[in-house]
């Protein structure tokens, strides 16, 4: 069974970044595709970023495009998403996912099988 945590969550003020980390065990994880997702109060759950497990296909949210990066670090077992220029409209919890089949950054949520809790993210005007 695969288990997903994130970190890197916080406060910050428009125009801001930070890095997201989710850390991955209880599987290989040259195997695993892995994706980005957030929800807002009030809202539904929407992609953000996603990573194809060898790390050749990447795909964005429009809105972030420019302004998020994701990245993978193999020898850690973690996924990262890089957020600059943030906006108040960021605001969410951000939940990273996993899913072992194929190879592609894939950006439905109904194509992951495992989550993590989430890392709460707020920008401030």
């Known amino acids: 069974q695969v288990q997903l945590v994130e970190s890197g969550g916080g406060l910050v003020q428009a125009g801001g970044s930070l890095r997201l980390s989710c850390t991955a065990s209880?599987?290989?994880?040259?195997?695993?595709?892995m994706g980005w997702f957030r929800q807002a109060p009030g809202k539904e759950r929407e992609f953000v970023a996603a990573?194809?497990?060898?790390?050749?296909?990447?795909n964005y949210k429009d809105s972030v495009k420019g302004r998020f990066t994701i990245s993978r670090d193999s020898a850690k077992n973690t996924v990262y998403l890089q957020m600059n220029s943030l906006k108040p409209e960021d605001t969410a919890v951000y939940c990273c996912?996993?899913?072992?089949?194929?190879?592609?950054?894939?950006?439905?949520?109904?194509?992951?099988?495992?989550w993590g809790q989430g890392t709460q993210v707020t920008v401030s005007s």
């Open positions: 996912a996993a899913t072992q089949g194929g190879n592609y950054a894939y950006t439905r949520g109904s194509e992951y099988n495992f």
């Open positions: 209880g599987g290989a994880f040259s195997t695993l595709n």
């Open positions: 990573v194809s497990r060898r790390f050749d296909v990447t």
